[in-house]
């Protein structure tokens, strides 16, 4: 990723120094977060700390595929090259005012994860969705699950205020947006979430379970198979533990009382839980 930083963004790095030390972004879409905690992670490791970045921009991720809340542990430069997650965790839409309270809890138990690593610092890369009532509600249930020690916040005027005034003002970065921001169209974002997912689904295996061993849940409620229609193509989360995804699968079809799915990994075994998504991935 080619970054053009602003000066006061090492005013930020500063203050992230100390070790433990975690960070949130906010602001709304097309404000330059991601740039910023790219930088950010840079600069951190560069002064010879190890960084954990959590990737809760389930939309435009760039750890892991689309539709996935993700985290990765950085030691060195090196590790920037691979967008590849240490763990995952699938939430199965695109916007996320559709499944805040899963989105929520899949930020909790990667959030959990990386706080393990007691020394590393934490950068939290989030969504644009700030507006309303659900944007407050979203953005102040990610503050309140982790409780950062900084909220970086990215705005152009004080369209993130309404949220701000429920946080520690001492713990508030704000941040005027880089004019270097460009604004991405709608067909943009779709393309390079086609890309993402065409990265993702390559070496692809056909694997079957039996529906006897698994459960199949959509929207947070475990369904039978006579009860839920599933599209083929419908992207899945291949859970082994509630809230951990070692990998996504491509619905096939259901038969015999099994249901075949299409995937990047080699083995299905331990797989217990298959979370329903909202999208289809359909290679062009």
């Not at 954990?52 to 030691?75: M, N, R």
């Not at 706080?115 to 934490?122: C, D, H, I, P, Y």
């Not at 699968?249 to 990994?265: A, K, M, V, Y």
């Amino acid at each position: 990723m080619s970054i053009i930083s602003e000066a006061s963004w090492l005013t930020i790095v500063e203050k992230l120094l100390s070790p433990g030390t975690t960070a949130l972004l906010l602001g709304a879409s097309d404000s330059g977060k991601t740039t910023l905690s790219w930088f950010l992670t840079e600069s951190l490791l560069k002064a010879g700390k190890d960084v954990c970045l959590l990737d809760a921009d389930i939309g435009q991720s760039t750890i892991g595929p689309p539709a996935t809340v993700s985290l990765k542990f950085y030691h060195n430069q090196d590790d920037l090259k691979s967008s590849s997650p240490d763990y995952m965790s699938f939430v199965g839409v695109f916007n996320p005012s559709k499944r805040i309270p899963q989105i929520l809890r899949s930020i909790k138990v990667l959030f959990d994860i990386a706080r393990k690593r007691a020394s590393m610092q934490v950068i939290v890369d989030t969504t644009g969705l700030i507006s309303g009532e659900i944007g407050f509600h979203l953005k102040t249930g990610k503050i309140k699950l982790i409780r950062p020690d900084y909220v970086i916040a990215l705005q152009r005027d004080r369209e993130l205020e309404h949220i701000l005034s429920a946080i520690d003002e001492h713990r508030i970065i704000r941040v005027p947006v880089s004019p270097h921001v460009k604004e991405r169209t709608r067909q943009y974002r779709i393309n390079y979430r086609n890309r993402r997912f065409k990265e993702y689904f390559q070496g692809l295996h056909i694997h079957c379970l039996s529906l006897n061993e698994i459960s199949l849940i959509y929207k947070d409620r475990i369904y039978k198979p006579s009860e839920i229609f599933i599209k083929e193509n419908t992207v899945l989360g291949l859970n082994r533990e509630e809230d951990i995804t070692p990998g996504l699968g491509l619905f096939e079809r259901i038969d015999s009382g099994r249901i075949f799915i299409t995937t990047p990994l080699e083995t299905l075994k331990g797989i217990n839980r298959i979370i329903v998504g909202e999208i289809q991935y359909i290679e062009d």
